[in-house]
């Protein structure tokens, strides 16, 4: 009789072990599912001239593979984890502190992009958070927004597409709703809101049929060195 209870303890036991064995397992299966299937794309543009390459961190681990450097399109990676906040931080200084931090909110299956612009020297340093995705176009259509991320655009900019006023009076740190274009060929025409001098022109953009993207400026207009006055696009779709 004692044997036949031993025999029912140690079975108890072993079952125990087994069912939290494979508690753990499926657990472990579920966090593995959460970090690698999220995806999320996410973009970093580091577009302030004295940060200098920088890094960003989640869940307190540099999660991009290569700096971001000024005015470098690396495109779009994909992270892990959806904890935040994202921290940034000097990818040259060891121990560096924390430059910036953004606690957005990112869903699964979400384009975002993070503009880092401003000074840090003079303590201006800030960022844009940008949600990268909106309802498809029209047939024949393609959406396009502005993000004015110059710091001497405080008093906005005005965008032209092929001569039609597209976007108005957007100032410094904002950006515009989509809007939608006509596929085709385009040139933009950026402008300080209320002066005829053109700033910086785009020429033979291509605008294709079912795309979001977005147009950004970024740098000042009244330097002339690499951080001068500058635009580029986005393909976000």
């Not at 494979?22 to 302030?48: D, F, M, P, Q, R």
């Amino acid at each position: 009789m004692i044997f036949k209870n031993k025999w029912k303890i140690t079975g108890c036991l072993l079952a125990g072990f087994a069912g939290l064995w494979i508690t753990s397992v499926i657990s472990s299966c579920g966090k593995a599912a959460t970090t690698t299937n999220l995806n999320i794309k996410y973009e970093v543009l580091n577009l302030s001239p004295d940060a200098y390459p920088v890094d960003i961190y989640i869940k307190f681990l540099k999660a991009n593979s290569t700096p971001f450097f000024y005015g470098v399109n690396q495109g779009y990676f994909t992270p892990l984890y959806l904890d935040t906040p994202y921290y940034i931080k000097s990818a040259t200084i060891s121990g560096a502190p924390v430059l910036l931090s953004r606690p957005d909110i990112l869903k699964t299956g979400g384009y975002y992009t993070l503009f880092i612009t401003g000074n840090v020297a003079n303590n201006s340093l800030t960022s844009i958070f940008t949600v990268d995705t909106a309802t498809l176009p029209a047939l024949g259509r393609a959406k396009v927004r502005f993000v004015n991320a110059s710091p001497t655009g405080t008093g906005g900019i005005d965008v032209y597409a092929n001569g039609t006023k597209a976007f108005s009076k957007v100032i410094y740190p904002k950006f515009s709703d989509f809007i939608e274009l006509p596929n085709g060929n385009y040139d933009f025409q950026i402008n300080a809101t209320g002066s005829a001098t053109v700033l910086k022109t785009l020429t033979g953009v291509s605008i294709q049929d079912g795309r979001l993207y977005t147009l950004y400026t970024y740098g000042y207009t009244n330097r002339s060195d690499s951080a001068t006055f500058n635009a580029a696009f986005i393909t976000n779709r």
